[in-house]
């Protein structure tokens, strides 16, 4: 694969002596390259190249890039041919394009490993083991051609960095608590799900620690995505990048969707995030709402006539985000700040369709880093 086209989009980051470059191929140029059609079978190739100028063996470690990623030998089985076909020959080059551990001192190695298809951008974790230390290296890799919901925002003109305000502490907590209580519907006439989340990092290593837990970026609400979350519904699959309703704060639909779909999919996990115009130790501060979906249901509320039914105890799925996150190791730090305020069984509130919900009415706030951080030094913010 050298000289091929591609190679132009390869982001590369370097340390301590390892240099790394990758690139997410597109399902053309996967085709193109294998011969095959990857994409049908839900696999996409990331080409790496590691640089090793330490004087020891470095090794990648592919579950860190994909925990279930595929084998060569796996995909190359996917397309051999019953008759006619040289099945030798499909084996022998999808392993010589594949990446091969060690990379020795002072030399440099190669290869693609077989993932799970990506559309629009890719989240890709490289995690080595050197005579030196174990490292970790993450990208948010482009994959031309594809779009998730996410892309239609452009978080760096959201607000002119004149209106960016920056917290001491005391400060965030008070931003935080002057928060409005939930999301609204468009025209801002209605309130909806709880404000109950708040996330503190930077873009790409605050998101990473969810993709890494098996959430799932979202697609376009559109009419192609309906369709598939209709054949979706009727025949009890699992969509795993099915996308979310647009619900308001600072007069604008969410800037990221993720998700975790559990079997099927009226049972997720969903969270929506808007950026704040607050930062916190050089950090952007995101303004979030999760709660789990129980079931779909009909509703006269949408133009799509369908909805999911959210868990109304909602304070539970704030507390298995919580959970959730904290096992990938990246959490520095976890806080509670008043947000809608209590509402109990005996009084629930609803949101924006109808579905009941009570909760202790606090926000969880989570302090992400880039390094991973043991559970028992986890801190706990003294407001």
Not at 1 to 17: C, K, P, Y
Not at 252 to 262: G, T, W
Request: aromatic share 10%; charged share 20%.
């Amino acid at each position: 694969m050298e000289g091929a086209e591609f190679l132009s989009r390869a982001q590369t980051q370097e340390a301590d002596g390892v240099r790394v470059s990758v690139v997410a191929l597109t399902p053309d140029e996967s085709r193109r390259y294998f011969g095959e059609d990857l994409n049908g079978r839900d696999v996409q190739p990331v080409w790496l190249r590691i640089e090793n100028q330490t004087e020891g063996p470095v090794w990648y470690l592919p579950l860190g890039t994909d925990p279930s990623y595929f084998s060569p030998s796996e995909v190359a089985f996917m397309f051999h041919r019953s008759l006619g076909g040289d099945n030798q020959a499909i084996d022998e080059y999808f392993l010589k394009t594949a990446f091969n551990n060690p990379v020795g001192p002072k030399s440099t190695a190669q290869g693609v490993v077989l993932t799970h298809s990506s559309e629009g951008s890719k989240f890709v974790s490289v995690a080595l083991l050197s005579s030196l230390k174990p490292m970790q290296m993450r990208f948010v890799v482009p994959v031309p051609g594809g779009k998730w919901d996410f892309q239609r925002v452009d978080l760096k003109a959201l607000y002119p960095p004149d209106k960016v305000q920056a917290l001491d502490l005391p400060g965030l907590k008070a931003a935080l608590e002057a928060l409005p209580c939930c999301v609204t519907n468009k025209d801002g006439s209605r309130w909806g799900d709880p404000l109950n989340l708040v996330i503190v990092g930077t873009p790409a290593h605050v998101f990473f620690p969810f993709v890494e837990r098996g959430w799932h970026l979202t697609e376009p609400f559109d009419l192609a995505a309906s369709r598939k979350a209709v054949t979706a519904f009727l025949f009890g699959e699992a969509y795993e990048s099915s996308p979310v309703s647009p619900l308001y704060v600072y007069g604008r639909a969410q800037d990221i969707a993720l998700q975790k779909i559990r079997n099927k999919i009226s049972q997720r996990n969903h969270m929506r995030g808007w950026m704040a115009p607050f930062t916190y130790e050089g950090q952007r501060v995101w303004v979030g709402q999760i709660s789990r979906d129980i079931g779909v249901r009909l509703t006269s509320k949408s133009w799509y006539l369908t909805t999911h039914k959210i868990d109304p105890e909602v304070d539970a799925d704030r507390d298995y985000l919580l959970q959730d996150i904290l096992a990938s190791g990246f959490v520095r730090a976890v806080g509670f700040v008043r947000g809608v305020g209590p509402a109990p069984i005996s009084a629930p509130r609803g949101n924006l369709t109808g579905d009941p919900y009570y909760t202790d009415g606090n926000r969880l706030v989570l302090f992400i880093g880039k390094e991973p951080v043991p559970l028992d030094q986890v801190g706990v913010v003294k407001w």
